[in-house]
């Protein structure tokens, strides 16, 4: 019997491994199409389908920035805390500008940056020193060009 039961935990965390990837490719989807209708169907953005083998950021086709997405049931602050250093890390590494989209179930998508980009007189990553939008805010910022404050 318990063999039975240590088998259907474990076809269970495996079902829900498989409902989490499938969940966070279709918000992968779902944020580029937002991306796409504020910035144009010309611009040439794509999932990052090494993602998962190369560790890198999820979304490719917007220059200049590294841009982690993460969809959740419930979004809690340690989720945040952990997302933006993955999402910084990636940034260093890729030499971008790091952006975390996020987007709590029933809720609206929220692209968290640093305060530099809005700011030159703000430096740094940490997440003290970030602020939340709109997408389509961040879009305007991307499409002006306002994120050259910190090069």
């Known amino acids: 019997m ?31 199409q937002l991306i796409k209708d504020y910035l144009g169907d010309d611009v040439n953005i794509k999932r990052n389908l090494e993602q998962t083998r190369s ?36 940034a260093v590494a890729s030499e971008r500008k790091p952006a975390l989209a996020y ?20 430096k740094g990553n940490e997440l003290e020193w970030t602020t939340d939008m709109s997408v389509e805010a961040w879009c305007c910022i991307v499409r002006e060009g306002y994120s050259s404050v910190l090069g």
Do not use: C
């Not at 088998?7 to 992968?28: D, T």
């Not at 805390?81 to 990636?90: C, E, I, L, V």
């Not at 987007?103 to 700011?119: A, C, F, T, Y």
């Open 2 to 32: 318990a063999n039975r039961t240590s088998k259907q935990s474990s076809r269970k965390k495996s079902v829900q491994r498989i409902n989490s990837r499938s969940k966070g490719a279709a918000g992968e989807r779902e944020f580029i």
């Open 55 to 90: 560790g890198g950021y999820d979304i490719e086709g917007v220059e200049g920035w590294a841009i982690e997405i993460k969809r959740y049931a419930l979004v809690r602050e340690g989720n945040i805390k952990s997302w933006w250093q993955q999402t910084t890390d990636q």
């Open 103 to 122: 987007r709590q179930d029933h809720g609206s998508w929220k692209v968290k940056i640093p305060l530099g980009m809005l700011n030159g007189m703000f």
